[in-house]
């Protein structure tokens, strides 16, 4: 099993629609968990940590569930802008700290 | 924010010969600094933790005499890839951390392609 799970997609959206996306990992241990967004052949970037709490960020909301060992990214409102790959990336500590990235989730948001 | 310069963006070169990269952090120390590569639709996969000062950590399956790093300062790390390969054409990018992983942050990669 993958330490870091998404669905690779694509999503094809509207703009202007609603979408989720969904992480699994599987180390229990995982320590802090983040959502990056990453456009073709360019570098990663934080989008947001995700707290347990949940948190919003403007039109982006993460959600944690440690029992579940899940993590969630709701876009609402989607913009053409928003047409990128969104990577959920976990903190895994087994002895030393470590993040590991999932393989992505590519978005497309048209006209 | 703190910035992360890697150069090249880009590289072409024979098979058999080898490539350097620089990552570097402008305007921070950076004690520790990151390599990963990513290949086409697949997730960035983690190679080596470059310490300053001290040899770097690769992780399982990473040739160290082969992926060659130098962190000899608090803002340089090099990546040097030794008698490249065909199979080494990959998607190089570096990162380094302020703090706590919320405060990492990433080089724009370099595109070595293998001929």
């Known amino acids: 099993r993958k330490e870091v799970e998404q669905d690779p997609g694509p999503f094809n959206v509207p703009e202007g629609a609603t979408v989720a996306f969904n992480c699994t990992y599987s180390?229990?241990?995982?320590?802090?968990f983040f959502w990056y967004r990453q456009d073709c052949r360019k570098e990663p970037k934080l989008l947001m940590s995700?707290?347990?709490s949940g948190n919003e960020d403007g039109r982006f909301t993460a959600q944690l569930n440690r029992a579940s060992q899940y993590i969630s990214l709701l876009i609402r409102d989607s913009k053409l802008s928003d047409s990128a790959t969104y990577l959920c990336?976990?903190?895994?500590?087994?002895?030393?700290?470590?993040?590991?990235f999932g393989t992505g989730t590519r978005l497309l948001v048209s006209p | 924010g703190a910035v992360v310069s890697q150069h090249p963006s880009w590289v072409i070169c024979k098979s058999g010969t080898s490539v350097k990269i620089e990552c570097r952090s402008l305007?921070?120390?950076?004690?520790?600094m990151f390599w990963y590569r990513q290949f086409p639709k697949q997730s960035l996969m983690l190679m080596a933790t470059?310490?300053?000062?001290?040899?770097?950590?690769?992780e399982q399956g990473v040739e160290k005499d082969k992926f060659l790093i130098n962190h000899a300062s608090l803002t340089l790390s090099t990546l040097t890839v030794t008698s490249a390969h065909p199979e080494d054409s990959s998607f190089y990018i570096c990162?380094?951390?302020?703090?706590?992983?919320?405060?990492?942050?990433f080089g724009s990669g370099t595109q070595l392609s293998v001929l």
């Open positions: 990162s380094a951390k302020t703090g706590g992983y919320e405060k990492l942050f």
């Open positions: 180390n229990s241990a995982s320590q802090s």
């Open positions: 995700v707290y347990s």
């Open positions: 990336v976990v903190n895994i500590n087994t002895g030393f700290q470590k993040l590991v």
């Open positions: 305007d921070f120390q950076a004690t520790t």
């Open positions: 470059s310490n300053e000062g001290s040899k770097a950590t690769y």
